[in-house]
C-alpha cells in the first residue's frame, strides 16, 4: 500500500510562498505576545494556600465542584487535596494570585475561598490555616531553559555542519526556530496557559521537527552522491517527493497519539497535547517547506559536482532509483 | 542459524528483566500480589498528580546567612589588622549582625579606621569612643543575604530530592516573610530519609590540623583561650562516621583550605580496607589552593570536617590537588545520601521542619480516568493504523512497540522516575513518535523491493540503509538532551533524561528486535517471494 506513489511535486517553487506565509503568522503572533502576553499556569505564579477542617467527611471532588462554580474566577487553576488523617476531614486548597494584588491579601484571599466553599452548601468548615506559597517553578528554571535550549540548537548546527553540510545545519537549526515561533504564536492565540507540561510539549516538538528534517536531509545526501550532474534544488525536490510517503505517515502516527490525548485527555492535557498538535504539524510544513528552502537559498543552486560530503560509514545498498553506481570521489575536487 | 538464536535469546533475556523491574511491580501493587521487596522498592511511583505524597514545610534559619558573613568579615578585618600591625585586645561577634572591636590604641586609630573602612563595605561603623567599635551590618545587605538565603536552600533542596530531574516534587517559598519552604514529594516509601537528606547542611571543609587529637578540649587551649584564628572542631575517635568510640578533639585553624564551594564532584567509593567511602573531585579553582595548602603541609594532619565534626584526620604524605576521599565507618546507604548531599551543595544555613502531613492527590478520578482513556486511545490507534498499513510487517513493529513500551518503563523506574499524568501521556506520544524509526525502515524496504530485489536483499538493504539516518537523527537527539541536561534544572533535566532513555530504547527496538523478528519469520523459508507490507 502507498500514500504517495512517485509524486513530482515542485516544493521549492512555493519556497517564497510558504517563507511569507509563517513570517505572518510569527509577526502575529509576536504581535499578540507583545500586547496581551503569554498567559502564565499556576507554577509559575504564587498563590495562597488555604486548609479547611469540615465537620463532617467531603469528597475532595465536591469542594472542587465549589470552587469551580462559585470562586471569582473559576476554579480552573485551583488544586484541591486531601490532607492529613482522612477521618481529620481536612482539605488543602490552593488558589493562584489574582492580578498585581499580593502580600497583604492572605486573609482576603482566604476569605474568598470560604465565601465559595459556603455558597457550595457544604458541611460546616473552619480555616486550619493559610500561607503565602511562592511560584513552583523558579526564574532560573525559565532563564535555564532557554539558555539551555539555544545552546542544544548550536549543537545541532554543529553536528549536521559535520555529518552533511553546514547549509543543511542552518537549514534545520532555522526550521526549529520557525517551528518554535509558529508554536508560541498559535500558543498565544489560543491563550493557553504556559505550563510545565507545554514546555515539555515544546522541548518534544523541537525534537521531532529536527528528525523529521534529518530524514530529508538524509535522502538529498544520498541523491548528492548519485545524482551529481543535477541542480542542487533539482535534488532537494526530487528528495522531498521520495520521501514524501514517510513524512506523511511518520507525522502522522505521532499526530493520531497527539490527537487522541486532545480530544479525550480532559482538561489537564488540553495543553499539552495542543501544543504537539501544532507542533507537529508546524514541524512537517518546515521539513517540507521551509528546511530544504534555507538549504537552496543559503548555497544557491550551483552544480552539485564535488558538492556532497564523503560519507564512507553511509554505505549499503544505493538508492533504487539511480541504477548507475559510482564511487563516490573525494570532496573538494573542484570548489563550487 | 546459531547467530539468530543468540538473537532471540538476547531479546527474550531484555523481555524478562525489564518486565520484571519495569511492569511486574505496577502490576503486583495494584492487585496486591506479595513480591520481593527489592522489586517493590524500584517500582515507579505515581506522582503528587495521581497519588498525592507527603508535604513538608521548613523554615530557613536566615540567621545563619547573616551570621557565616559576619564571621567571615570578622576574621578578615582581624587578619588586615595583623598585617598593619594593629592588634586591638577584642575583636568579636556578638550576635549575627555585629563585629565588636576594643581597645583599639589610640596612636594606631586613623590606619585602624583606613583598614576598617577598605573591608566593611557591608557594615556601618559605629562612633569609635574609647577605642572600642561597633559594626553594624546594613540592613539592605540583610535582607539581601536573607533573600538569597531562602533561594539559594531551595535550589539545593530542589538538587537533593531532584538530582535527575524524574522525581516531580512540587517545591515553592512559603509565608508572608518568604522565609519557609514548601516540600511536597511524591510517593516516599521512607519519610525519615528523605527528611534527613533535605536538612543535612552538607558543608564540606578541609583544614590543617594545628594540633590534636585531643581528648579534651581544654587541652588545645592556651591560657584557657584558643588561640585567635583558630577553632576546636570535635570528631569520633578511631575514625568518623557513626560509630561511637568517644570524641576527640582538633585545633585547626577556623578558615578553611578548601571548602565545599570548590567541589565539583563527589562519588560513592571505597577505602583501602574495602569499607564504603565518599571520593570528591575539586574544582581547578579549589584543586590550586589544595594543591598549594598540602604542599606546604606535608606530614602534618589535614582535617576533614562535615557540617562541624572531623570525619577523618590522615597525614598528608604528599601533595595533593583535585582528588580527596571521606572515610570512616559509614554504611552503603550513608555513602549513598553523603555523596548526593555533597554534589547538591551545602545549604547556606540550617533548616527546621515546621510542619509534615500526607496529602491526596491533586488531580480528581475523573480527570485521571480521561487522561488514562485518551492515552489508552492514543496507543490503540497507533497499533491498528501500524497493523493496517503494514500487514504483517505491521505485527512486527507492534511488538517492537511494546518491547519499547516494557525497556522505557523498566529503565525509568530504575533512574527512579514517578508517573505524572502528563508524563503517561508523554509515554504514549513517545510510542507514536518511536514508530517513525519502523515507518522509515518500512518505506525503504517498500522501495528496494519494488527494485527488484529480493525479499532477504531488501530487508537487509532496508536496514542498513536507513541504520544511518537513525543513527544521525537520534544523535542530534542525544546531543541536544546532553545540553538540555547539563544546562537545564528540575524537570528540563528531567526531560533530558526520559527522552534519552527513550532514544536508547527506540534504536534498540526498532533495529535490533525488528530485524531479528524478520530473520525468524523467514529462517524456515527457503525461497521468499513476497513480504506482506
Redesign the interface.
Known sequence: ??IFKHTDIDFLRWRWHAIAASWVIIIAGVITIATKGIPKGVEFA?GT?VIERFDRPVS??QV?EALDRNYPGGGQNT???????PSANMV?IRVPQVGAES?AS?SSEAQKVEDALNKGSLAAHHREGA????????R??TS??I???V???F??LA??AF?FQFSFGVG?VVATIHDLLITLAFLAFFRYDMS??V??AI??M???S??DT??IF?RIRENLRVMRRDSMNHIINVSVNQTL??TV??S??????????F???????HG??FT?VVGIITGTYSSVFIAAAIVSLWRGDAPTRAAAHA?V??S??PA??QPQRKQKPQRKARAS | MSNLRWKVVTILVVFVVFVSVGVYPLIAQRYNVHSPSWLVDKALKLGL?LK?GV?LVLRVQTEDALRLVTDQESERLREELKNKGITPAKIETPDPTHIRVEGVPPAQDATFRQVANEITSNFERGSGAGGAYTFTMRPNIQVNLKDEAV?QA??TI?RRVNELGVTEP???????N?D?I?VQLPGVTDVERAKEIIRSTGLLELKIVEQGPAPTKEALMTNGKVADGMEIVPGAAGGGGTADAGTVYYLVKKVAAVSGQDLRNARVSVDENNRPAVSFTLSNEGGRKFGKVSGENIGRQLAIILDGRVQSAPTLESRITTEGRITGSFTQEEVQNLSLILRSGALPATLTYLQE???????????IR??V???V???L??VS??LF?YRLSGVNAVVALIFNLVILLGLMAYVGAVMT??GI??F??T???G??SN??IF?RI???L??Q?GVRASIN?GF??V???LF??H???L??????F???????RG?AVT?VIGLISNLFTAIFVSKTLFEVALANRHQVATLSI
Open positions: 500500500m502507498h504564587g494556600v475532595v471532588q472542587r488544586v484541591v487535596q486531601s490532607t492529613g488523617d488543602m502580600g492572605l500561607e503565602i506559597v511562592g511560584a513552583t517553578v523558579g532560573e528554571l535555564r531553559g539558555w539551555a535550549t545552546l542544544s540548537l549543537g545541532i553536528y549536521l555529518r534545520a510545565l507540561n514546555i515539555a522541548l518534544t523541537t525534537g521531532y529536527t528528525n534529518i530524514v538524509d510517503g514517510r505517515i511518520t502522522g502516527t505521532a499526530l493520531l497519539t497527539a490527537l487522541a490525548l480530544f479525550f485527555g480532559g482538561e489537564v492535557l499539552f497535547a504537539m560519507h560509514m553511509a549499503a545498498a533504487p532509483q | 498528580d498525592g508535604h533561594v531551595r535550589q530542589e512540587s517545591i515553592a517559598q512559603q509565608g508572608e518568604g519557609q514548601l502531613r500526607t496529602i491526596g492527590p491533586t488531580l480528581g478520578a475523573d480527570s480521561s487522561g482513556l485518551a492515552s486511545v492514543g496507543l490507534l497507533v493504523f501500524m498499513y499524568l502528563p501521556a508523554g504514549v506520544l510510542m507514536g513518535i514508530v517513525d515507518v522509515l518505506e517498500k522501495e528496494e519494488e527494485a530485489r538493504a542498513s540503509r541504520f544511518w539516518t544521525d537523527t544523535i542530534a537527539a546531543i541536544s538532551c546532553a545540553f538540555l547539563q544546562f537545564g534544572t528540575g524537570p528540563i526531560f527522552l
